[in-house]
């Protein structure tokens, strides 16, 4: 069965270090995104990426960065991490309709910076 | 400013009644609607959806309704069953319904034996 997978689930991390949290679908979608969710505001955007080779900022993009290399694979990674950014943060692809059509969510990861 | 809304934080309903979640939008460039529903240390998970050219999607027990003019969406859950106790996001997209997604804030629903 198709599926999308995030590793880690769980990561503790000093401030100031880089981390990469991974991102891996089978569904063989164009469309990847990375959300983070904190108590209060929902699940906001951070990048996302249309095809390969594509990437763009979302609502709260800065200390982010991601790089779309092949279909399957979109790796988030805090350039210097905050304690701002402990969060959990999801995965999603999804594929180009008009209607009809859901992005699927991974298990999440939660990341927290010390 | 928050483009989609869901001003009740949390929903308390008594088993076999109704569950009623709003969601409110102020950008009319939306034009699909989606709801999830979301476990703890779990994804969200699809659960039904509508499009702008439409006023009303129904599915089992989960109906969405779509009224453009006031910007407002509604999920009607019949009947509720302890199951359904969740968070339930609503989320919004432009252009394409695959799209990236706008959500809201969530409502946690509640629902009593």
């Known amino acids: 069965d198709a599926e999308i997978t995030q590793s880690p689930r769980h990561k503790i991390t000093e401030t100031g270090r880089q981390v990469t949290l991974a991102c891996h679908q089978t569904?063989?979608?164009?469309?990847m995104f990375w959300y983070r969710q904190d108590l209060g505001h929902g699940l906001r955007l951070i990048h996302y990426?249309?095809?390969?080779?594509?990437?763009n900022k979302g609502e709260v993009s800065d200390g982010y960065s991601v790089s779309r290399s092949n279909t399957e694979d979109l790796p988030l990674t805090l350039e210097s991490a905050a304690s701002s950014q402990t969060s959990v943060y999801f995965c999603?692809?999804?594929?180009?309709?008009?209607?009809?059509?859901?992005?699927?969510f991974g298990q999440g990861t939660r990341l927290t910076v010390v | 400013d928050q483009q989609v809304k869901q001003n009740s934080p949390s929903l308390s309903v008594q088993e076999g009644r109704i569950s009623i979640l709003n969601c409110d939008y102020t950008?009319?460039?939306?034009?699909?609607f989606l709801w999830y529903k979301k476990y703890p240390a779990e994804g969200p998970t699809f659960l039904i959806s509508?499009?702008?050219?439409?006023d009303k999607n129904e599915d089992g027990r989960f109906t969405v309704f779509l009224n453009k003019s006031a910007k407002h969406l509604s999920l009607h859950i019949v009947p509720s069953q302890p199951g359904d106790s969740a968070v339930y996001f609503c989320?919004?997209?432009?252009?394409?319904?695959?799209?990236?997604?706008?959500f809201g804030g969530g409502t946690r629903l509640m629902v009593k034996p």
């Open positions: 999603a692809s999804s594929e180009t309709r008009t209607e009809n059509t859901e992005a699927f």
């Open positions: 569904w063989n979608h164009n469309n």
């Open positions: 990426s249309y095809g390969v080779h594509d990437t």
């Open positions: 950008n009319s460039m939306f034009d699909y």
């Open positions: 509508i499009s702008s050219i439409k």
């Open positions: 989320a919004a997209s432009a252009g394409n319904a695959g799209n990236m997604l706008t």
